[in-house]
T-cell receptor, first 115, second 110 residues
């Protein structure tokens, strides 16, 4: 069974810092990996999707990398802003049949960017 | 705006009552999902529908039923609500651009 771990569970940084959020998964046979953002009491907003054949994806100040062989992904946030404060979730989609092919989520990293 | 729409946003039920959570997507996605999110447990898959006319159990299906009414709509039914079903429920659909989630239904069973 796929397991997804996110470290750290919480992170507090001053505004302007560059930061890295980590995601690891136990089964490297993945279809893709997706990073989401969740604001308190809200739904999930997709940030970046990396297909298994890709190494990284970029959107604005966000860059996500994927190392399938080592079971790792990182989300890099450049020049952090208070508006980046949220919980960031990593989710992996498997290649096996049935429910194993669906998204498995990590427990998230709660990010606070201090003004 | 294209996306996934869930109703209702909030609901309080008494133990034993039934209700249906509605979900509709206008992204022309084949696959749809229901997740629940609980503190300390993360997001867990309840049921999914890989295509119109098919449904399958996820990780935590007990106490729930689903209906894939057509390509757009996927509903989740609680036949006899229990306090353990107090949670936030998310519907999602998936296509080439990954998963898109609705804004959630916060359900409290008292």
């Amino acid at each position: 069974k796929q397991e997804v771990t996110q470290i750290p569970a919480a992170l507090s940084v001053p505004e302007g810092e560059n930061l890295v959020l980590n995601c690891s998964f136990t089964d490297s046979a993945i279809y893709n990996l997706q990073w989401f953002r969740q604001d308190p009491g809200k739904g999930l907003t997709s940030l970046l999707l990396i297909q298994s054949s890709q190494r990284e994806q970029t959107s604005g100040r966000l860059n996500a990398s994927l190392d399938k062989s080592s079971g790792r992904s990182t989300l890099y946030i450049a020049a952090s802003q208070p508006g980046d404060s949220a919980t960031y979730l990593c989710a992996v989609r498997g290649v096996s049949s049935g429910s194993a092919r669906q998204l498995t989520f990590g427990s998230g990293t709660q990010l606070t960017v201090l003004p | 705006n294209a996306g996934v729409t869930q109703t209702p946003k909030f609901q309080v039920l008494k133990t034993g009552q039934s209700m249906t959570l509605q979900c509709a997507q206008d992204m022309n996605h084949n696959s749809m999902y229901w997740y629940r999110q609980d503190p300390g447990m993360g997001l867990r898959l309840i049921y999914y529908s890989a295509s119109e006319g098919t449904t399958d159990k996820g990780e935590v299906p007990n106490g729930y039923n689903v209906s894939r009414l057509n390509k757009r709509e996927f509903s989740l039914r609680l036949e006899s609500a229990a306090p353990s079903q107090t949670s936030v429920y998310f519907c999602a659909s998936s296509g080439g651009s990954g998963y898109t989630f609705g804004s959630g239904t916060r359900l409290t069973v008292v």
